[in-house]
């Protein structure tokens, strides 16, 4: 059996990042940049004013001292003349400081009077005063390629005068579900029959973790219709199948799909919940097998396919970040399978993470599942730890999951 | 000049969750359920089996027993008679464990031999058998009113037999920059002229909040062009401005909206960056008047609108939760102004999150904050700090921001 970390590398490694597509502005908020992003402007283009005030020299900004105000130049309208000896030109944030004045006096520290104003506080040279690139300059290095696009980071495109970006296409994850006994959510049920929850959890997956999900239709636990499915994937970057990784009789996928060349990679893990996990290949299709269990499927999704995802967005950094968190009931030593323990996790007062594992385990509870704030990580043969001790866990309490 | 925390009171106070709308399943990804959700089906529906393997009286099981095998019982086709005794059912995962039986032997633990199986490892009541409702049972409350549904909320929810949910309908963010000085990405650019960015990062951070931006045409420096707006608010659940909300003759929004019956609540708030945040009601409509610089804008956004959209869009917990960071380097004593320092954030070896706190914190500086990892919050008079010191922070390193 192979070890997570181990099939991890081995379904990640041979990925690939979707090509490009160009998107506008707003439709690149969530989606990865393709290539790295550089400034087409200088921001600020020019040295402009900080505060609404008075531009002038710092020289006649003496405490007491009256100064005339020969202009205004309100942001987008710079001022077309000097500002000489004793003269002043009003401003606005963003204004353009003009020629001649080297200083803003604010207008909270002078009085106007008319065509004059007054100086309460006394002026500095460069005070006030945003310097012509002190954001960025032209051809600056913004965003390098693999940036999951935020609103900061579409604002920053935007700052920098890019209508268009070119982001990594969406994977499109085809999901099949297979087994006699699974039927759609509402549809009538027979003696015996499963309502279908995986395909419809994983798509959700899917969506976190920013590709397109198809749900193809159930396979019953027929051979050819399994292996029919070869022949729908063409533009699918990944085929996810849930149920019929094990070795029993109606664990078809692996037979079926072999009659269209099926290339096996592995289907053993050493972890729990989940140990028979299918990987391998059609055509040039990666497919991962997961378990039927839900709380299985979802784990090993989350372990495997979340960072497939993460690599053929184009993500530069996919590595699953575990947390520390401390626990509040002794956990018992482990056998040699990985285990991946349902817990709550809440934060104690001082702020620390605090996990408490839950009592039952068993791979289907998906409403245990479901209240899962994190799975704390118990790699092979780890000791028995007594309630205090920090685990490493992997939080699920984030948007999406 | 009011605190953040009043300041936000007294915007999200007066808000109530947007109604109701009908979505199927897969719609319902990332919405708020509207109502609780209860089980329409008991899962598992009857007493099956855990494993592929064989269904007998725990009795017959003993090591080295011979036991007939009478049946089988693929998942989704329950056997149709009775398990008499030394008889076995083949079962699968899932299957229904036959009337008679009262335990699965894994097919690991027996030897097949045509039609019969001899026991290897010694049965034990219950053992390997899932019980009906372990997971849930009809009519039991599944998931509360005012959840974010997730993908294993999804699932939990088709599991429940459920093809469609009530969510609440996502909130809908009208956006209006105005400022003669700012023209679109892409568009000429005169001297003077600043590309708009705030419109289309808060855009985005509608988007992570679950809303949907609509961002209108730049409004000129110009009373009427901005008043028109209020005509425009059919349908909008809250409208931001960006720009105009400070006290020089340039900054319009306020007087202009006033002309329309804008109710004006606050305008000052004892914050750093963006003091000048005004709030108040178009009719029905709340306002939010965003700074114009962009700092200012996105942090006013993350402070008072996300949590605005929280309670609009139904969830429960809307609460801005900080977390613990340690210092790399020390903080100045702060004023009567709440300051937010843009920071970055990394974990130390240990785990520990890690605070630096930018050099510059100049609020026009939008390629700093696009490479923050968080905000450190610095109260009103808060004391200096010394590197190693704790700190409270908001991360802005989540998807979406």
Redo the contacts between chains.
């Keep these: 059996m192979l070890s997570v970390e181990e099939a991890r590398a081995r379904i990640v490694g041979p990925l690939r990042p979707t090509p490009a597509e160009t998107v506008s502005?707003?439709e690149a908020?969530?989606r990865v940049l393709a290539n790295p992003l550089h400034a087409r402007?200088t921001?600020?283009?020019?040295d402009v004013s900080?505060m609404?005030g008075y531009a002038l020299r710092a020289e006649d900004g003496q405490a007491g001292a009256r100064v005339a105000v020969i202009g205004h130049a309100?942001?987008?309208?710079?001022f077309p003349g000097q500002v000489g000896q004793g003269q002043a030109v009003?401003l606005?944030?963003?204004?353009?400081v003009p020629e001649g004045a080297d200083c803003v006096l604010p207008?909270e520290e002078v009085d106007r009077d008319g065509d004059s104003i007054a100086v309460r506080e006394a002026a500095r040279p460069g005070r006030h005063i945003?310097r012509t690139g002190?954001?960025?300059r032209q051809g600056a290095p913004?965003?390098p390629a693999g940036a999951?696009?935020?609103?900061?980071?579409?604002?920053?495109?935007?700052?920098?005068?890019?209508?268009?970006v070119a982001v990594h296409r969406q994977p499109r994850i085809a999901i099949l579900a297979t087994?006699?006994?699974?039927v759609?959510?509402?549809e009538p049920?027979?003696?015996?029959?499963?309502?279908?929850?995986?395909?419809?959890?994983?798509?959700?997956?899917v969506?976190?973790g920013g590709g397109i999900?198809l749900?193809l239709p159930i396979a019953p636990?027929d051979s050819a219709a399994i292996a029919s499915v070869a022949d729908r994937l063409s533009g699918i970057d990944l085929l996810l199948t849930t149920g019929g990784a094990?070795?029993?009789?109606?664990?078809l996928v692996q037979t079926s799909l072999a009659t269209r060349g099926f290339a096996l990679d592995f289907w053993r893990i050493a972890m729990r919940p989940g140990k028979p996990l299918l990987f391998g290949r059609l055509g040039d299709v990666p497919v991962l097998g997961l378990p039927?269990?839900?709380v299985s499927a979802?784990v090993c999704a989350f372990l495997f396919l979340m960072p497939a995802l993460n690599r053929l967005c184009g993500l530069t950094n996919d590595a699953l970040r575990s947390?520390?968190a401390r626990l509040t009931a002794p956990v018992a030593a482990n056998d040699r399978r990985a285990d991946h323990l349902r817990a709550a996790l809440t934060?104690d007062p001082?702020?620390t993470l605090v996990a408490t594992p839950f009592d039952r385990q068993?791979s289907?509870?998906?409403?245990l599942?479901?209240n899962?704030g994190c799975l704390i990580l118990r790699p092979p043969h780890a000791p028995a730890l007594q309630a205090g001790a920090n685990v490493p866990v992997l939080r699920?309490d984030?948007?999406?999951?």
Tied chains: 1, 2.
């Design positions: 502005l707003p908020w969530g402007l921001q600020p283009p020019a900080a609404d309100p942001a987008g309208r710079p009003r606005f944030t963003g204004s353009v207008q945003r002190q954001d960025f913004l965003l999951r696009l935020g609103a900061r980071a579409i604002g920053l495109i935007a700052a920098a005068n890019h209508p268009w087994g006699d006994e699974i759609l959510p509402g049920l027979a003696v015996g029959s499963i309502v279908s929850s995986n395909a419809h959890a994983l798509a959700g997956l969506r976190a999900p749900v636990d094990s070795v029993g009789e109606h664990d039927g269990n839900p979802f947390v520390e934060p001082a702020g068993d289907s509870l998906l409403l599942l479901a899962a699920l984030l948007d999406g999951l």
